[in-house]
């Protein structure tokens, strides 16, 4: 698509129908800048970009496409490659095929499925440079040649598709749109220019044509992903999101804004020829590097300039082909060359005359496309060229080529030349080119000078390693060599006075890591004993009086117990929720009593670790651990060889008298059996079913009784076919259930056999036998049934059978695929375990036996498998085991937390002597004491601190036995994922690891066998692949329309739209090929594929033979005699897969497949079944939605929606839809007005009920008035007016209104719910995500299990193990966080085991196609993070000194530095981590951490508590350290406003980072969105004191890491090896290996003047750079040599928080704190409403942990009253758990009032040894916390 940018004119309808009224005249033109604002303004401003993890969080395993031309920009903007700049005529590919290998590499490092695209109207988007001023046709040229040979670079990389377009309305472009369904396009936005200049309008036009094809590209349907903006975080890809709006057209805009229909594009300046690139198909790509050379020689002789230049440019084209054919063989290191040194005449002519035809010329012969075998690399090096001129100048004597370059390459060179001169005059004049450009011989001999070292130990700026002594860490660093500096008498500190009061006292404070980071809680009470003893009394004189103590009531006592009352009613909810969980087959869960064993966890430790060595630690293990035997008779069996003991007499006499019971109790109930029978058959059918249906439990529990009701059962419903005489797969279905159920009943007998084995056969199922062989007993009559049954045999032997309608038309094989799936059995190799009170499968018995050896295992099996047991048999183990053994049940979210809790509460039951049975501890509160628990459940960042709290290591940390790890794929998430990693590199113990996905199981278990096995435990993968209960998937199709009107629930309206069921196999239609591993068929669609399949036999022999294996009857040939299992399907399901995996990559067969197999079994679609559709249908049609889930018995359901805002909107349309309808319903319908007529009158009699109830009570005053003689038993007694009517309800009717309202009342205890969520509860809906109170989600949940709530609306809260079992999930619109992975989570809470044996998905308001593309999505590899921080080194070292090196504390730290490879997708070496901790080390020590031992000073609390901020809690301490936060808060008494702001904007830099877009630098953008606005929206630049002491601290780190570098390349440079290979493509940068050219002139000259490098790129050297030359962090990182990994985690980079080079931070946090108003963050700032409240919260959590870090050092200089500070630590606001939220904090200390603003409770007043400085520092910050925190409250209280 070509744009005319040249002729933009205004339009009087757009500013009418605009939003803005511009202001001039609608006829004059628009400038392209005026143009490019108006676009920005209306259209691209508006697109709301979202951050995201882009592979995590967004792609997966999506493919997607990188835009070329983008990438090419990134590469030619990199301002270290030396080419296509003015004043420099430097042209190193080398360098730019490097930049580019480096990038894809790390698409292809995060298993990125992508491929590279090209589109030639954006061509000018990375060949124009705006930077060059002016117009510079060397610049242009030279950046349009490097785009083409990198464009055909990446298409020489192997695995790499590059592909070429027109444009975005290119058909080719649309084809592959339709095949490869790409789910977005990652590019640049083509820049935003505000600078003048003679370039501005090149880049201006530049930029619209890249918005207007982003916004075409949108419009299509295909997301936008920001390239440039791409942060590559190991291994994480961060970018902006752009999402598409389907349905939204906005091509008026786009019109009206940019007209179109001219050819011209963005071509000022350019007046050169060839404008467009030769890729067209008629260009022959060159077959060899000679071919090319030649055919490009020739087109630039052919144009060759002014003929009086011409010898000269023979000239200097023969030294450029010289270096041509001479560059495979320089090896890159001596390619390392500054800029050659040539006159400026010579300079000029290069510049103007020689490069830019010479570039065209060659530019004009490349072809991308490579032919097979043309994989020759085309590489210039221009200033290898310069020097090759430069030698001839600076050379007297006559050389020749030979001796210059070798022979072998002069002759090549001699060939070529010949051949252009057979059709052009050409001389090469070497004296002649002296005699012109020869340098003086002052510049001969600057030039010869030698080039200086690169030793960076030579560099006065280099900073040798500070000496560090620690014994533990010393074991594992000894390994590396280090230059230590032994005469730093300063310590080595960066910046600043060592001795000043600035928070940086460098004087020891151990701190004890013993509260979480954001308040006080202790994790161990300090004074608990104390406290104990003293229990607290009311005073005869206090309030209430009448009580005497010896000591009147402190506040401390009134805190604890406020504190002890909240713990009651937690207590009381937990059991409350508990009685609502169910186990795995519904029932209620019972509670197992486990007696205390009297034994201690050590002594079994000392056992265990009796020898050596962590092999036979576990053999020893594997013998001594004693499973869990829930067998009673467990003691009576003996082993498993020995058999069964002999009976002894008392023995046999007790079983020869229960034989006799048994024997009465079988007469019983046969007596009972035959009365039950004489009265059912005076019934009718559905009657007879129901009283069956009500036989007491007990009684069933005799078999005989079992099979005698199963067979009356089959004869009811073979009687009731009888009386329909017709045709019924129905009535087949029920009988076939039946029999199958009867058919494993261990007392059938002959006579039942005979009579099911003719129903069999009538049904015409004769191959089917699936009865046990059984006989009568001997001497006994043959049993009869105890009925007389339907007789269904035919009445002779040749007579045709008794009831033909019965006979099926499919064999037994073909029914049950079609008909019998859901009833198969759908165990796998399952048997008795007595272990467990269920029969487990053959992989969850191999759980159970490494759970018994005390081996570390991961499960992965699919949602619905069976996973829940593994955690419980693990706890009972270990509360079996002793009573002070600690097992630890990690939850990635407080909701898992809860249940798990109430199921934990709920399963066992012990007496302690002391502790507690369980305990919880998440951030936001804490249950019982988690120190003195052997059951504690919490989320990963409490463990973490708990394992690196000092105070634990020696005590508690040995009793841990397991850690349970639950969704440990968590570990792959953007935030916390480092958390998991770091739990399990620090696991004292076995873990258990369970999760349903992980797309790289087998990878990802390699990493952790590693790590368990370094910890000295075995480890093991169990994988399972299988759901027990398939999930069946529909796409319901949204009508055009609200409905008419709201029918009553229950009601069946006909609709063409409504649900359509999606086949499995359908789904290949969107042009995969390849299955996913967890695409599965149910047995009915292996029918209907099978069926399909058929249509294709086409008379091909070969399709014939394979399908006729896969007939069913063949196929299953010698399984016909039985019931057909799970398994057997699976089995069939994987042979048909492959057949048709077979025929679809079959060459010339997939577009027949697809029409013929896959086609038939699709939903017939239409053009709005592809477009999303608006939000008004979608809110209308969910009551219809939901009424058809009714109808087909699909509830409950559970609604997805990742926008919190909307999920409450869908749950208020629903609630309005059902009042209103009501309301309607109510007027008209006449049953209705006949139940308010019934029930006033029954209302206007109660004084009659009354007296007469009273005279029955009166007539049996023994008795009492029975309930059943009161008439107030009947409905209406329960009956309001005001409930919601069942017609208009969803609510199930297993829960009564009067304990709904008990419940209701509850809430009044926490925050209270919104009005409206109340009365959605009493229709059954509720909403559920993480905004939602604490209490009302607890409540929720279990009103969801007990029945009440039938629909739950939710985000992906309830996605992650959350026991709310449902029958449906629907996903209610797109969303970019609908990923494979949260596809498949939420769609997992379908059908659980035990409920329900099939799960259903609706795709409800998505795309068609993205409800395909969902489906057949693949789980992204895991892929971890970059645990080792250098807070963590700092968290380590504090471990160690605490802890006085305990046990625990150095296995940690020795398994951290032990491993071979740090985390599982990590590439970075044991020597690279020892290097990389000792320099984390050397930085801590500098920056006034830690102090030569490694012992942690003042400064680490800061640093500690806000570990999860790295880089900005180091960048906080060192303003701290530095006094900037000091003097900002010196004016806290005079101007304490402005101080708060001050501070506060510091703290945003530092804390709740976001980016916004960078469009709204644009200054109008910004000005119309301040306009009435409160909110700033971009955050002030920091203060300056700030960013130059960061700046400066910043270098710092530089030089630190930069020694790293260098120190690990020098010492492993053998190991490393030559730094020649590009990273992606693995080619050797010097191709040609010829050892004569090495000793010849020319190149040995080059090596003479080659940089001398040592940890930099050899080809980032190319450019001539340097390792010192390195100036910022962010180059090092990116610019390392191969071997050597560096990367932000590790590497404490503030650039990003100083530097005003990056994108502009959204001051939503500023702006909030200074005008308190939500909605304007959302309205102004862009903030999504569902973001806010947790935005907000990370902030005012990070101010606690700054706060909490201050106190901490406080404590350290001077302790208060203890016994009231830990009174009011235990009691520290829970901001969910809250009782209500006043505006000002409760006063527990009177005394507090009357001290400074912002003292605290445990700071009341400034204590005497903390200086005026730290104590104002202290109150600002406190002041800036309550102020922020009264606000944010407000929003949501």
Not at 256 to 282: W, Y
Not at 714 to 725: A, R, Y
Not at 1080 to 1099: Q, T
């Amino acid at each position: 698509m070509v744009l005319d940018i040249d002729h933009f004119r205004d339009d009087d309808d757009f500013v009418a129908n605009s939003a803005e009224q511009e202001v001039g005249d609608p006829e004059k033109p628009l400038s392209p800048l005026e143009s490019l604002d108006r676009f920005d303004r209306l259209i691209y401003a508006r697109l709301a970009p979202r951050w995201m993890d882009l592979i995590g969080d967004y792609a997966g395993m999506e493919p997607f496409v990188i835009d070329g031309d983008s990438l090419c920009e990134i590469v030619l903007r990199d301002h270290l490659l030396a080419l296509g700049r003015d004043n420099d005529l430097s042209f190193q590919i080398m360098h730019a095929y490097w930049s580019v290998e480096k990038i894809l590499y790390e698409f292809v490092r995060c298993r990125c499925v992508f491929d590279v695209a090209f589109f030639e109207c954006n061509f000018r988007l990375s060949v124009l440079d705006d930077r060059t001023t002016p117009y510079d046709e060397y610049v242009t040229t030279s950046r349009r040649f490097a785009r083409s040979l990198l464009r055909r670079h990446i298409t020489t990389i192997p695995d790499i598709t590059v592909l070429t377009f027109q444009d975005d309305r290119d058909p080719l472009w649309a084809q592959y749109v339709i095949t490869k369904k790409p789910l977005f396009i990652m590019c640049n936005d083509g820049g935003h220019p505000t600078s003048k200049g003679p370039n501005l309008n090149i880049a201006v036009k530049r930029a619209l044509c890249q918005r207007y094809f982003m916004k075409r590209t949108l419009m299509n349907g295909i997301a936008i992903a920001s390239l440039e903006s791409a942060e590559f975080r190991d291994p994480k890809i961060l970018t902006f999101i752009y999402e598409h709006r389907r349905g939204v057209n906005d091509n008026h805009i786009i019109k009206e804004t940019l007209p179109s229909g001219a050819h011209r594009d963005v071509q000022d300046g350019d007046t050169s020829d060839g404008d467009s690139e030769a890729t067209s198909s008629d260009v022959h790509p060159p077959s060899s590097l000679g071919e090319w050379v030649t055919t490009s020689s020739k087109a630039f002789l052919s144009k060759l300039p002014a003929p009086h230049s011409k010898p000269v440019l023979h000239t200097l084209l023969y030294l450029f082909l010289a270096h041509i054919y001479l560059l495979p063989t320089i090896p890159i290191e001596d390619r390392a060359q500054n800029i050659a040194s040539l006159s400026p005449q010579l300079s000029k002519i290069l510049h103007s005359h020689l490069f830019p035809p010479l570039f065209r010329a060659f530019n004009s012969t490349l072809h991308s496309q490579l032919s097979p075998n043309h994989s020759w690399r085309a590489d210039l090096d221009i200033r290898v060229f310069l020097h090759l001129l430069e030698f001839i100048l600076k050379t007297d004597a006559e050389v020749s080529m030979e001796s210059l370059i070798g022979a072998e390459i002069a002759k090549e060179l001699e060939a070529v030349w010949d051949d252009l001169m057979g059709t052009h005059e050409l001389m090469v004049d070497f004296v002649d080119l002296r005699s012109q450009f020869a340098p003086s011989k002052l510049e001969r001999e600057r030039s010869t000078s030698p080039t200086p070292s690169d030793d960076l130990e030579d560099d006065p700026s280099f900073l040798k390693v500070l000496p560090f002594q620690n014994e533990i860490f010393d074991q594992y660093l000894q390994e590396i060599q280090v230059t230590v500096d032994n005469t730093s008498s300063s310590g080595g500190a960066l910046k600043g006075d060592s001795t000043s009061r600035n928070f940086s006292n460098s004087s020891l404070a151990v701190h004890v890591d013993d509260q979480h980071w954001h308040n006080r809680q202790r994790l161990v009470p300090r004074h608990d004993q104390r406290i104990q003893q003293r229990k607290p009394t009311r005073s005869s004189s206090g309030p209430g009086g009448g009580l005497n103590s010896q000591r009147r009531l402190t506040d401390a006592d009134w805190v604890r117990m406020k504190r002890d009352r909240a713990q009651k009613r937690i207590l009381n909810l937990i059991r409350d929720h508990a009685e609502s969980l169910t186990g795995a087959k519904g029932a209620p869960l019972t509670k197992i009593p486990i007696p205390p064993t009297g034994i201690m966890v050590s002594s079994i430790v000392s056992k265990e670790s009796g020898g050596t060595g962590s092999a036979s630690s576990s053999k020893r293990q594997t013998k001594k651990e004693q499973p869990v035997n829930r067998s009673v008779m467990a003691g009576k069996k003996g082993g498993k060889k020995g058999g069964e003991p002999a009976l002894t007499s008392a023995e046999k006499l007790k079983l020869k008298i229960q034989e006799e019971k048994n024997v009465e109790l079988r007469r019983e109930t046969s007596k009972w059996w035959n009365g039950l029978l004489n009265n059912l058959q005076k019934k009718g059918v559905e009657s007879q079913r129901s009283e069956l249906d009500a036989v007491n439990k007990k009684r069933l529990e005799d078999r005989w009784l079992q099979t005698e009701i199963l067979l009356y059962r089959i004869h009811l419903e073979l009687s009731e076919w009888v009386s329909e005489s017709r045709e019924s797969e129905k009535h087949a279905l029920k009988v076939l259930m039946l029999i199958k159920e009867v058919s494993t009943s261990t007392t059938l007998y002959p006579t039942a056999v005979a009579w099911l084995r003719d129903i069999l056969d009538l049904l015409g199922f004769t191959e089917l036998h699936p009865f046990p062989e059984v006989k009568d007993a001997e001497s006994k009559k043959p049993q009869k049934i105890s009925f007389t049954p339907i007789k269904v045999s035919p009445r002779s032997s040749s007579s045709s059978p008794r009831y033909p309608f019965m006979r099926m038309s499919d064999n037994a094989v073909e029914f049950q695929l079609k008909h019998f799936g859901l009833y198969m059995d759908r165990s796998m190799d399952s048997s008795p375990d007595t272990r467990v009170s269920f029969e487990p499968d053959a992989w969850q018995k191999k759980v159970l036996d490494l759970i018994d050896a005390r081996s570390s295992i991961l499960v992965v099996a699919p949602t619905s498998a069976g996973k829940t047991f593994i955690s419980f048999y693990a706890m009972e183990q270990v509360l079996r085991e002793s009573d002070d053994g600690i097992v630890i049940y990690v939850a990635p979210t407080k909701a898992l937390v809860n249940q798990m809790l109430a199921e934990t509460a709920a399963r066992f039951s012990k007496n302690l002597r002391s502790g507690t049975l369980w305990a919880a501890h998440t951030r936001d509160y804490r249950i019982n004491e988690p120190m003195k628990t052997q059951i504690l459940i919490t989320v990963p960042e409490m463990l973490s601190i708990m394992l690196l709290s000092p105070s634990h290591a020696r005590i508690w940390t040995p009793k841990i036995r397991w850690i349970i790890l639950d969704e440990i794929h968590s570990i792959g998430q953007q935030e916390g994922g480092a958390v998991w990693e770091q739990l399990i590199l620090m696991a004292p113990c076995p873990i258990i690891g369970l999760s349903a996905t992980i797309g790289n199981a087998s990878e990802f278990n390699k990493w952790l066998a590693s790590v368990q096995e370094q910890h000295g435990f075995s480890h093991s993968l169990v994988e399972h692949k299988h759901r027990y209960s398939h999930l069946r998937k529909f796409y319901y199709r949204v009508p055009e329309g609200p409905p008419a009107s709201i029918p009553p629930i229950g009601t069946n309206v006909s609709s063409p739209s409504g649900l359509q069921f999606i086949h499995p196999i359908s789904v290949l239609d969107t042009g995969a090929s390849n299955f996913p591993e967890d695409l599965a068929l149910e047995a009915r669609d292996c029918a209907s594929l099978y069926i399909s399949m058929k249509r294709l036999e086409d008379g091909d022999p070969t399709k014939e033979s394979e399908l006729a294996a896969l007939s069913p009857t063949m196929f299953f040939k010698d399984r016909q005699s039985r019931f057909l299992r799970q398994k057997d399907v699976l089995e069939y399901e994987a042979a048909l897969k492959s057949s048709l995996q077979r025929w679809i990559s079959r060459s010339g067969d997939q577009s027949q497949v697809i029409e013929g197999v896959i086609s038939p079994l699709k939903i017939k679609t239409n053009r709005d079944d592809y477009l999303i559709p608006s939000k008004g249908r979608i809110y209308a049609n969910l009551v219809p939605l939901l009424n058809e889930l009714h109808n087909q018995d699909c509830l409950p359901a559970i609604l997805f929606n990742f926008d919190r805002s909307a999920c409450e909107l869908m749950a208020i349309a629903i609630l309005k839809d059902l009042q209103e309808a009501e309301e309607e319903w109510r007027k008209t319908s006449t049953e209705w007005h006949k139940k308010i007529k019934e029930w006033e009158a029954w209302k206007a009699n109660a004084k009659l009920r009354a007296q007469e109830a009273e005279r029955a009570a009166k007539i049996r005053p023994d008795e009492g008035a029975s309930l059943a003689d009161i008439p107030e038993g009947t409905w209406h007694a329960n009956f309001d007016p005001s409930d919601p009517s069942p017609e208009f309800s969803f609510a199930g009717l297993r829960y009564g209104r009067k304990e709904l309202d008990e419940d209701i009342k509850q809430l009044k205890w926490g925050s209270p719910p919104k009005e409206w969520t109340i009365r959605a509860l009493a229709r059954g809906i509720a909403v559920h995500h993480a905004g939602m109170p604490k209490n009302y989600r607890s409540l929720i949940e279990k009103l969801f299990r007990l029945g009440l709530v039938r629909v739950m609306i939710s985000t992906g809260t309830l996605a992650l193990g959350i026991n709310a079992p449902c029958k449906t999930t629907v996903f209610c619109t797109d969303s970019p966080y609908l990923t494979a992975l949260n596809y498949r989570q939420c769609s997992g809470r379908a059908g659980r085991r035990g409920f329900d044996m099939l799960g259903n998905v609706v795709f409800y308001g998505l795309p068609i196609d993205r409800a395909y593309r969902l489906i057949m999505s693949k789980i992204p590899p895991l892929t971890g993070n970059v645990p080792l921080t250098t807070t963590l080194t700092l968290r380590l070292c504090n471990l160690l000194h605490g802890s006085q090196n305990a046990k625990s504390a150095c296995g940690a730290v020795g398994s951290l530095l032990s491993l071979p490879q740090l985390s599982v997708s990590s590439e970075t070496k044991r020597e690279e981590l020892l290097h990389q901790v000792r320099f984390s080390l050397d930085y801590l020590r500098r920056s006034g951490f830690l102090d030569l031992q490694g012992r942690p000073l003042t400064l680490f609390p800061i640093a500690g508590h806000l570990y999860h901020t790295e880089p900005s809690n180091l960048a906080l301490a060192q303003l701290l350290r530095e006094g900037v936060i000091h003097g900002i808060c010196e004016t806290i008494d005079t101007n304490s406003q402005d101080t708060l702001r001050n501070l506060a904007l510091v703290l945003c830099h530092l804390f709740g980072r976001r980016y916004v877009d960078r469009v709204l630098r644009n200054k109008k953008r910004l000005e119309e969105l301040r306009k009435g606005s409160p909110s700033r929206i971009i955050l002030p630049p920091l203060p300056t004191s700030a960013k130059e002491v960061l700046a400066g601290h910043n270098k710092d780190i530089l030089r630190i890491f930069r020694g790293y570098a260098y120190t690990y390349t020098r010492q492993h440079r053998e190991r490393l090896g030559p730094d020649d290979k590009l990273p992606l493509s693995g080619n050797l940068a010097k191709s040609n290996k010829n050892p004569s050219v090495d000793q010849m002139q020319f190149p040995l000259y080059l090596k003479s003047r080659a940089n001398h490098f040592t940890a930099l790129s050899s080809f980032v050297a190319n450019s001539g750079r340097v390792d010192r030359t390195i100036d910022n962090v962010d180059d090092l990182i990116r610019t390392v040599r191969s071997g050597l990994h560096l990367n932000k985690q590790i590497t404490p980079n503030m650039e990003d928080i100083f530097s005003s080079n990056g994108l502009p931070l959204n001051a939503y946090i500023w702006d909030f704190f200074i005008h308190g108003q939500a909605e304007a963050l959302n309205r102004d700032n862009m903030i999504r409403r569902g973001d806010i409240w947790y935005a907000l919260q990370d902030f005012s959590l990070a101010m606690a942990a700054v706060q909490m870090g201050l106190e901490n050092f406080m404590k350290s200089e001077g302790d208060g009253d203890a016994d009231e500070m830990d009174a009011h630590n235990e009691n520290e606001d829970d901001l969910e758990d809250k009782e209500g939220f006043d505006t000002k904090k409760e006063q527990l200390v009177e005394a507090w009032k009357e001290n400074e603003k912002g003292s605290t409770i445990a700071f009341p007043t400034k204590p005497e040894s903390i200086t005026d400085g730290d104590w104002k520092v202290y109150r600002a910050l406190v002041l800036l916390r309550t102020e922020f925190d009264e606000k944010w409250k407000l929003t949501w209280a």
